[in-house]
């Protein structure tokens, strides 16, 4: 269903953020203690992050973008599908630390330092996230919950983007899209 709406309504840009619990975070350590879910997680996030990847490669072969969203050291983007993307095409990526942008705990409050990965299809997408790396001048929630005294708040809790985020990834995505359309009409003012 994806690909074919893909086809039919031919996003301009299309935003791309599967499930990672199968493959970072706390994934390793589940590996280990728990094998059996953690192989359930992967049988989700693996062939999610497979059909994201051939979603990527359909917008960019049509001349049309993506940006992915992974945390930092993701298996996501190892994954041999996500690689001959980026081999095959020009991908932009960045590193964000989501604390700089006001990611904070429901329960502590406190903010939540979530290194992210972003890769996107043109530079313009991501051009606000350059540059948000931990200044280290504030206090991370724990999302082990290891550390006694320290904020602590489930990972779950750093599942969603801050709106600060959002608002970046949203211009990025407006800049994108009014040049394609710019260029689109030029096209048929021409033919």
């Not at 313009?124 to 999302?143: K, Q």
């Not at 949203?170 to 040049?179: D, F, L, T």
Request: proline content about 6%; hydrophobic content about 40%.
């Amino acid at each position: 269903e994806l690909i074919r709406y893909l086809s039919v309504a031919k996003p301009v840009v299309l935003i791309i953020s599967t499930p990672c619990t199968g493959m970072k975070g706390f994934s390793a350590l589940n590996r280990s203690i728990n094998p059996a879910a953690w192989r359930r997680s992967r049988k989700v996030s693996v062939p999610l992050a497979k059909l994201a990847a051939l979603a990527a490669l359909i917008q960019m072969k049509e001349g049309r973008h993506f940006i992915a969203e992974h945390p930092q050291g993701s298996d996501m983007w190892s994954l041999p599908e996500w690689l001959r993307l980026d081999q095959r095409f020009t991908v932009h990526k960045v590193d964000v630390h989501q604390c700089m942008l006001g990611l904070r705990g429901p329960r502590s409050k406190a903010l939540i330092k979530k290194p992210t990965t972003f890769w996107a299809s043109d530079a313009r997408l991501i051009a606000r996230l350059h540059g948000l790396r931990c200044d280290g001048r504030h206090v991370h929630a724990d999302l082990a919950a290891t550390t006694p005294g320290k904020p602590h708040e489930k990972a779950k809790n750093a599942a969603r983007w801050p709106l600060t985020l959002c608002r970046r990834i949203a211009a990025g995505c407006e800049e994108v899209i009014r040049e394609h359309h710019k260029r689109q009409k030029t096209a048929r003012v021409a033919g």
